[in-house]
Structures are given as structure tokens and as C-alpha cells.
């Protein structure tokens, strides 16, 4: 039995268990969880907290148990990435562009987890429109790492892996592009998986690079992503690109043992490729010696080791700056002034409407972006940049089948340092960009990736390993994220 003052403490499968044993009613795990969040407003991780609407939902929730109906997320409490449009929240997509804006309809993300009984807190800062590394490009201030609060917890879902992190919920909603749930997540010794392009709808996700973006949850273990990732996904009719596969019980195939596994060595037979290129010079000594400790304890478990390539690793750099710009400039040109959100108050004529909104609501990245992305897709650059840029992703996708012959995961670090201080990347954004490189290559593929904490580096601060599966293995990822989480504790470390 839980004692009331630490039900902070409750992962997503422990609140699932202690709401069903009656151990706790989700009116008193919401009620904890709301004050905690109060005292820990400092962190900058919540936008929007809807203390009524949150008590009012743990109430009908509990109703509905006492009235007989169970469900894994019955009553179990979350928060979404304020890039997730809502009618119960305000929406801003951590942008002045969206301030005031209150969405007509919501995600199917945000629906099927309100339909599977998960009660929302509110909403989750992250960067302006997803575009950062560091939650510091978001118009409402920074997040601070609940490791170092002189540290950013990494972006852009950074205010989801935070506030995990800080064990203010179990679970938050999360999307990766090009990395925006696994590095946050390695960067607060938190647990996330993007999974494969197309699993879930992207239906109500406010888009920023449209061939790219992924929601998924961040949470405490692979057991709570496996639960949410379940009730998540699946088709979705208003999404064009949504997989059409049948819906997915990720839980039960990550529970699944392996055929002739022996207990003691439950990843027998799997075989990890370590692509040479996730393990340059420039990669932290901290980071490598932690990542290859977890590769040692994956061996241990029964997996294999097996050394592949992605030649074209530092390619997946220029490629992603390119095409998430270009599209990016494409999905926000609708933030005109006229449909949504923030309209300059004096303007001369609908032109100079048009520029003095977009200039006034969009933040420096996000003007960059918009004027990257406008470059390389404009007549005669085209050819040069935008097409080149697909060529090669189709070209990285086919070095990940390579070494999908040889393996049956693929393991590294998520990124090439802990998290750095806030501030310390000042003006000069290619540092960031280049930041990414162990994530972008899965993103441009559209692979599923997840990232687990593996340890500590550099001034104490967590390590996440990075595991990235083939198309719509999902379920094999989320097993061996599982067998390294029953035998290490990492995950189970929150900041004091
Ligand atoms: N850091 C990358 C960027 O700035 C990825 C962001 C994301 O995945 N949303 O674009």
C-alpha cells in the first residue's frame, strides 16, 4: 500500500496496480500530483496546469471503477507537448503565434488516451513548434533540467521529459522529428520511443516537418511506454500517412519471451548491430564508457554484439536541415494573421499585415527555419539542395536495411554529450544542429528509436543508450528495453 505522501513515486504500471487494488483513487494520485507541480513551478515545465478540469476527470474516472469498468489507464494522470492541439487546454505550440488560440477539436492522440481513462494535468512547454534541442526556443521561457537546474533538459519535448523526470506525472506525451523524444529523454534519465513513421496519427499535432513527425510517450520505464504506445497508436482515417495495421497490444509483445530463451539470458539470440559511425573521436568519453557498460549488460542478458555501418552517418545532418526546414516553411506559412492565433495590432495594408504578424509572432528559429526552408525549395536551388537532400535520405534508409540483414536492433549513444547549461550554445545554432546526429539518421528513415537510461556521465547527469528497431518493431525494441530495465535500476533514479 502506497502512503499518501509518495504517490509521486508511482510509475505508469505501478499507478495502473495501486488504482486497481484500490491502494489510491486517482481524485488523491491527481491531487498529490497537482500540488507537486505547484511547488515545482520553477521548472518551467508546464504551460497551462487545469487544476479543475484534472480533479474533475480523476473523479469520473474513478466513477467508472466503482461502477465495474477497468482499463490499464484508468484514472492514471498525464500531460501533453503543448504542440498537441486540445479543447480542454490552450494550445500555444510554445509560440507568441498561438497565444489566446483555443483549438475547435483535439488530437487523436490527446482522444484515444482520454479514451483509455488517462486524466490530463494540462499542457507541457516545449520549443516554438518542436524546432530545438534545448527547450530554450520556446516564447515562455526555458526549462530547467530537474538533474541541474542550470541545465536544459534537452528539447524539444523537453518540458514532458522534465517533468517525468521530476516525478511531477508517470507519463507525458512527447513528438520526435528528429529526435525531440529521445534526446530530452537521455537527457533526464528518462524513458521515450518515437515509434515508426505512420503508428501514430498525426491528426491534431501541430505539423512542423510533416514526412517526419512522430508523437510517442516519454515516461519512467519501457513497461509505462508499452501501456501508452498502446492506447496511443493505431489507424487513423484523418491522418493520410497513418500505417493501416491493426491495433497493437505493445505490452503483451513486450512481455513475450523469446523462442528458447533460457530466463537467465532472456535476449538470447537477438543480435545488436554498433554502427561505427555512432562512435567517433568527438563522441564524450562519459557518454561512450556509459553506453558501452549498457552494451555489456545487454551481452550479459544473452544478445549478441555485431559491428555494422551507416556510412552515411554525418550526412543525416545536412539532409534533415534541409528537408524539416523546407517542409517546415510549407506548414507555417497558414500562420498568416488571418486563420489562427496572433494578428499584428496596426498595419498598413494585407501584405504588411502578413509580414508584421509573422515577424512579430515567430521566434528567431523559427524565422530561420522558415528562411532555410523558403531557400532551398525556391526555383533554381531546388535541384541543388531540397532533391539532393532526398536522394540521400532514400539512400540512408537503405543503409539501415544493410544492417537490419545482420542484426535485429541497432545500438548507440542517443547524443554525443549529457546535457549542456542553459545558455552555453548562445547564438550560434549549427552547434545544435550538429548536436542531433545520432538521431536524425532513424528519423529520416522513419524508423522506431527509443532512448533508456544507461547511466551517469559528466557532472553527474543521466546517459541515455539508444536502441532503434526496423519498421514496426516496436515490439522487439520495447523487450529488450524491458529485460535491461528488470535486470539495471537506472531508470528507476530520479534527481534528489
Ligand atoms: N533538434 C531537432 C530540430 O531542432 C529535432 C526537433 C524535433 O525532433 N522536433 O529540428
Given at each position: 500500500m502506497t502512503s499518501r505522501t509518495d504517490l509521486h513515486t508511482l510509475g505508469v504500471a505501478d499507478a495502473s496496480r495501486a488504482l486497481a487494488s484500490g491502494a489510491c483513487s486517482s481524485t488523491e494520485l491527481v491531487t498529490h500530483l497537482l500540488a507537486r507541480i505547484d511547488a515545482h513551478a520553477?521548472?518551467?515545465?508546464?504551460?497551462?496546469?487545469?487544476?479543475?478540469?484534472?480533479?474533475?476527470?480523476?473523479?469520473?474516472?474513478?466513477?467508472?471503477?466503482?461502477?465495474?469498468?477497468?482499463?490499464?489507464?484508468?484514472?492514471?494522470?498525464?500531460?501533453?507537448?503543448?504542440?498537441?492541439?486540445?479543447?480542454?487546454?490552450?494550445?500555444?505550440?510554445?509560440?507568441?503565434?498561438?497565444?489566446?488560440?483555443?483549438?475547435?477539436?483535439?488530437?487523436?492522440v490527446v482522444t484515444r488516451l482520454a479514451e483509455a481513462g488517462c486524466v490530463s494535468l494540462g499542457k507541457l512547454n516545449c520549443d516554438e513548434f518542436a524546432m530545438g534541442s534545448a527547450n530554450e526556443n520556446s516564447a515562455y521561457g526555458p526549462v530547467r533540467?530537474?538533474?541541474?537546474?542550470?541545465r536544459v533538459p534537452g528539447g524539444s519535448s523537453g518540458g514532458s521529459a522534465a517533468a517525468v523526470a521530476a516525478r511531477l506525472l508517470p507519463a507525458a506525451t512527447g513528438t520526435d522529428t528528429g529526435g525531440s523524444i529521445r534526446q530530452p529523454a537521455s537527457f533526464t534519465g528518462t524513458t521515450g520511443i518515437k515509434p515508426t513513421y505512420g503508428v501514430c496519427?498525426?491528426?491534431?499535432?501541430?505539423?512542423?516537418?510533416?514526412?517526419?513527425?512522430?508523437?510517442?510517450?516519454?515516461?519512467?520505464?519501457?513497461?509505462?511506454?508499452?501501456?501508452?504506445?498502446?492506447?496511443?497508436?493505431?489507424?487513423?482515417?484523418?491522418?493520410?500517412?497513418?500505417?493501416?495495421?491493426?491495433p497493437q497490444d505493445f505490452h503483451a509483445q513486450m512481455?513475450?519471451?523469446?523462442?528458447?530463451?533460457?530466463?537467465?539470458?532472456?535476449?538470447?539470440?537477438?543480435?545488436?548491430?554498433?554502427?561505427?559511425?555512432?562512435?567517433?573521436?568527438?563522441?564524450?568519453?562519459?557518454?561512450?564508457?556509459?553506453?558501452?557498460?549498457?552494451?555489456?549488460?545487454?551481452?550479459?542478458?544473452?544478445?549478441?554484439?555485431?559491428?555494422?555501418?551507416?556510412?552515411?552517418?554525418?550526412?543525416?545532418?545536412?539532409?534533415?536541415?534541409?528537408?524539416?526546414?523546407?517542409?517546415?516553411?510549407?506548414?507555417?506559412?497558414?500562420?498568416?494573421?488571418v486563420k489562427f492565433?496572433?494578428?499584428?495590432?496596426?498595419?498598413?495594408?494585407?501584405?504588411?499585415?502578413?509580414?508584421?504578424?509573422?515577424?512579430?509572432?515567430?521566434?528567431?528559429?523559427?524565422?530561420?527555419r522558415i528562411m532555410i526552408g523558403t531557400y532551398v525549395l525556391s526555383h533554381g536551388y531546388y535541384d541543388a539542395y531540397y532533391l539532393q537532400a532526398q536522394k540521400l535520405r532514400r539512400m540512408i534508409a537503405d543503409d539501415f536495411q544493410r544492417c537490419y540483414a545482420d542484426c535485429d536492433l541497432i545500438a548507440g549513444p542517443v547524443a554525443?554529450?549529457?546535457?549542456?547549461?542553459?545558455?552555453?550554445?548562445?547564438?550560434?545554432?549549427i552547434?545544435?544542429?550538429?548536436?542531433?546526429?545520432?538521431?536524425?539518421?532513424?528519423?529520416?528513415?522513419?524508423?522506431?528509436?527509443?532512448?533508456?537510461?544507461?547511466?551517469?556521465?559528466?557532472?553527474?547527469?543521466?546517459v541515455g543508450l539508444q536502441l532503434i528497431g526496423n519498421y514496426f518493431a516496436e515490439g522487439t525494441l520495447l523487450h529488450a528495453a524491458h529485460a535491461f530495465q528488470q535486470a539495471t535500476d537506472w531508470h528507476q533514479r530520479s534527481p534528489a
Open positions: 520553477h521548472l518551467g515545465a508546464f504551460l497551462h496546469v487545469d487544476t479543475e478540469g484534472a480533479v474533475r476527470a480523476a473523479r469520473e474516472a474513478d466513477a467508472r471503477r466503482a461502477a465495474g469498468q477497468a482499463g490499464a489507464l484508468l484514472g492514471v494522470p498525464l500531460a501533453h507537448k503543448d504542440i498537441f492541439v486540445t479543447t480542454a487546454h490552450p494550445t500555444t505550440a510554445g509560440s507568441k503565434m498561438l497565444a489566446g488560440y483555443a483549438s475547435p477539436f483535439d488530437a487523436t533540467n530537474p538533474w541541474d537546474r542550470d496519427s498525426r491528426y491534431g499535432m501541430i505539423a512542423f516537418a510533416s514526412s517526419l513527425d512522430q508523437a510517442g510517450p516519454i515516461a519512467r520505464s519501457a513497461e509505462d511506454c508499452a501501456l501508452l504506445l498502446s492506447a496511443m497508436s493505431g489507424f487513423d482515417e484523418r491522418d493520410a500517412t497513418s500505417a493501416e495495421r491493426p512481455l513475450t519471451p523469446r523462442a528458447n530463451a533460457p530466463a537467465a539470458r532472456p535476449l538470447q539470440g537477438l543480435r545488436i548491430g554498433l554502427p561505427r559511425e555512432f562512435f567517433p573521436a568527438a563522441l564524450g568519453s562519459d557518454v561512450e564508457s556509459t553506453v558501452r557498460a549498457a552494451l555489456a549488460e545487454f551481452e550479459k542478458l544473452g544478445a549478441t554484439l555485431v559491428d555494422v555501418s551507416l556510412p552515411r552517418t554525418e550526412l543525416a545532418i545536412p539532409v534533415y536541415y534541409i528537408i524539416a526546414p523546407a517542409e517546415a516553411s510549407s506548414n507555417l506559412s497558414r500562420f498568416d494573421g492565433g496572433h494578428r499584428a495590432a496596426r498595419y498598413a495594408n494585407l501584405l504588411d499585415m502578413y509580414k508584421k504578424t509573422r515577424a512579430e509572432g515567430f521566434g528567431p528559429e523559427v524565422q530561420r554525443p554529450s549529457v546535457a549542456w547549461k542553459l545558455g552555453e550554445q548562445g547564438d550560434d545554432p552547434q545544435a544542429y550538429l548536436a542531433d546526429i545520432f538521431t536524425l539518421p532513424a528519423s529520416l528513415a522513419g524508423l522506431p528509436g527509443m532512448s533508456l537510461p544507461a547511466g551517469f556521465g559528466q557532472a553527474g547527469m543521466p
